[in-house]
């Protein structure tokens, strides 16, 4: 029911602004969202392989919005012995 409520007065009351960029917030929103799910996975594979991720590395993985460059890692951390074979090419 709040739904509804709040669709119907959006649907009359949206600001221009919102109007104008809704598809381009609704992308980037779903752009962190994957970064961040990729950067957890990452993570994970990480720790499932038994491969200790410092504080400082955590951070920066957590923090890095670029989805291409969570593949990459995530591609070598898959045969990975060290942190160094996913990190340090970059």
Do not use: I, N
């Amino acid at each position: 029911m709040y739904d509804e409520a709040r669709e119907e007065w959006f649907k009359v009351y949206q600001p221009a602004w919102l109007v104008k960029h809704k598809a381009e917030l609704l992308a980037e929103g779903e752009a962190k969202g994957r970064a961040a799910a990729k950067a957890e996975l990452l993570l994970s594979l990480l720790e499932q392989r038994r491969l200790v991720v410092p504080p400082s590395l955590r951070e920066r993985v957590l923090g890095t919005s670029d989805e291409l460059q969570l593949q990459r890692w995530f591609t070598r951390a898959v045969t990975a012995t060290a942190l160094e074979e996913v990190f340090d090419a970059c």
